[in-house]
């Protein structure tokens, strides 16, 4: 497929499927409104906010306006932002609160902090608060892992002390006490972005929810989640919501002039409030019919939504070949894709990587992430093409990039997060041998950390696969481990003891 990337094209009609870049952020008046009307009381004592919507509505979008018009808008008040996402399960537990603890060693460095007693400080506190957290995680990661899954992913491992989540919160809190103490001090705000916390595992949404009921004044908040993402017993009292819905006609009339250069008339934005108003659907329509070289009409976009068209299918039919062979083939990974296990599954030599990047950067279907790896530009793209695979071609796909990751083993900087991409793929590719072990395994550390969600995924991956090998022993193990974590999802506090 990668032999060479002669065929790839800019397809220069394509707007990407990923949130959209602040300077092209189209509407949302109101809203934003409202989140700035937030600032002073972030001020005065500490402010959360959560940003709420069904998938591809525009709450990522709108996090990336707001992380412009605070620190980057010419003019604008020059705060503090950090940013970072989660991603859907199995993850790795604070992974992003450790991307923000990154991004304010970031700004330390940067000299963003005029207080040299107070750089000190926060640059203390940060360290700590990113030990214990690293700490934390680290014990998950498999000590002297299995003989079955091959030489070179063993390794040893020193035993890392325990640390319980009491230190991390603790650790936690007297950073954001410092932080906000420099922000009063010096006028300004810090305001900490998280998106897509409906993914977060229990830690993660026990950690949030700890922060927002103790946010010291200088410091905003705000976080994104889906609809029914598990936020909704939040005290809106305490943490505002901001609800995305569908754009108004006269918002999708914007978003076609300065987005695609369609001029949509009254008539058809009506209709597309109608019947496709988020934006995630919009950019889909606008980009077929760019392609195509079709009017803005009522009449072509009642010919492409007929049938009621998943929005994803309409994207990714709008997708040249070219791409739509990439991601069906990158849509079994679990983001972040780490860059050697992309190239070794599309087939790319060492010497055409940065070439590869520089195609990938460009494409509508991928995105680069700050820590250097890829994502899917939406993961409802990702969603479709996993789910438009053949079971044998799925099989296929998930074998071969198990065969990649334990290949690039030695070059991938997460070695949990391959671990945990190397279960599901075994598993998914029907290699059950490897899966077993290395499933039962990382499900029960998973369920000593207490993400119970992960730690049940991968052990039911474990059941399934000693059922397929018929190995009583290890069934049996695996049945008593999944039989706990439910006992304890039913009662994490263990009071019924
Ligand atoms: N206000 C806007 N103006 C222009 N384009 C937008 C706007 N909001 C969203 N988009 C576009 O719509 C698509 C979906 O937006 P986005 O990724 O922000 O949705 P989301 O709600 O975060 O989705 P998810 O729930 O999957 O995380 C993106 O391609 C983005 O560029
Ligand atoms: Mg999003």
């Not at 412009?68 to 991603?87: K, M, N």
């Not at 980009?287 to 009409?297: A, V």
Request: glycine letters at 8%.
């Amino acid at each position: 497929m990668g032999e060479n990337m002669d065929g790839i094209q800019r397809w220069a009609g394509n707007i990407s499927y990923a949130p959209c870049p602040p300077e092209e952020f189209c509407g949302r008046h109101e809203e934003r409104n409202l989140l700035r009307t937030l600032l002073p009381r972030a001020e005065e004592h500490g402010q959360a906010v959560m940003i709420s919507g069904p998938p591809g509505i525009g709450k990522s979008s709108l996090l990336n306006w707001l992380a412009y018009d605070l620190q980057d808008r010419p003019g604008g008040s020059r705060s503090l932002v950090i940013r970072a996402e989660i991603f859907e399960p199995p993850r790795m537990i604070f992974s992003a609160f450790r991307k923000l603890l990154y991004d304010l060693q970031v700004h330390v460095v940067s000299g963003w902090f005029r207080d040299p007693f107070g750089i000190e400080y926060v640059k203390e506190a940060t360290r700590y608060a990113n030990d214990l957290l690293e700490k934390y995680a680290a014990l998950v990661e498999p000590v002297g892992l299995l003989p079955k899954t091959g030489e070179e992913i063993i390794g040893v491992f020193a035993q890392t002390p325990e640390v319980g989540y009491d230190r991390v919160r603790e650790g936690f809190w007297e950073l954001l006490q410092a932080l906000g103490r420099q922000m009063v001090d010096s006028g300004r705000i810090a305001v900490i972005l998280l998106d897509d916390a409906h993914f977060a595992s229990r830690p993660d949404r026990r950690l949030l929810q700890d922060i927002i009921h103790d946010l010291p004044p200088g410091v905003l908040l705000v976080f994104t989640c889906r609809d029914g993402g598990g936020y909704e017993m939040t005290d809106d009292r305490v943490v505002p919501v901001v609800h995305l819905s569908g754009m108004q006609s006269h918002e999708i009339q914007e978003m076609g002039r300065r987005r695609f250069d369609l001029s949509p008339d009254d008539a058809t934005a009506t209709l597309l409030e109608e019947t496709a108003g988020d934006p995630f659907s919009l950019v889909a329509c606008f980009n077929t019919l760019r392609n195509r070289g079709l009017e803005p009409s009522s009449g072509n976009i009642r010919d492409l939504l007929t049938g009621g068209r998943d929005p994803a299918e309409i994207a990714f039919a709008a997708l040249p070949g070219f791409w739509q062979a990439w991601a069906e083939a990158l849509s079994v990974l679990i983001p972040p894709f780490p860059l050697p296990v992309m190239a070794c599954i599309l087939g790319i030599r060492e010497a055409d990587m940065t070439l590869m990047i520089e195609h990938l950067q460009g494409s509508s279907v991928f995105r680069r992430l700050p820590g250097g790896g890829f994502a899917f530009a939406h993961s409802l793209l990702q969603e479709y093409c996993r789910q438009n695979l053949s079971a044998d071609e799925s099989v296929a796909l998930n074998a071969g990039a198990a065969d990649c990751i334990e290949r690039s083993m030695h070059l991938l900087p997460m070695r949990l997060h391959a671990l945990l991409s190397l279960a599901c793929h075994h598993f998914n590719a029907r290699d059950y041998e490897k899966a077993a072990d290395l499933n039962l395994e990382l499900g029960l550390r998973y369920y000593n950390r207490e993400d119970y969600d992960a730690a049940l995924m991968l052990t039911r991956q474990a059941i399934i696969s000693a059922e397929q090998i018929g190995d009583s022993a290890l069934l049996a193990a695996a049945e008593r481990q999944r039989d706990l974590i439910q006992q304890k999802m039913a009662d994490p506090a263990g009071t019924a003891r």
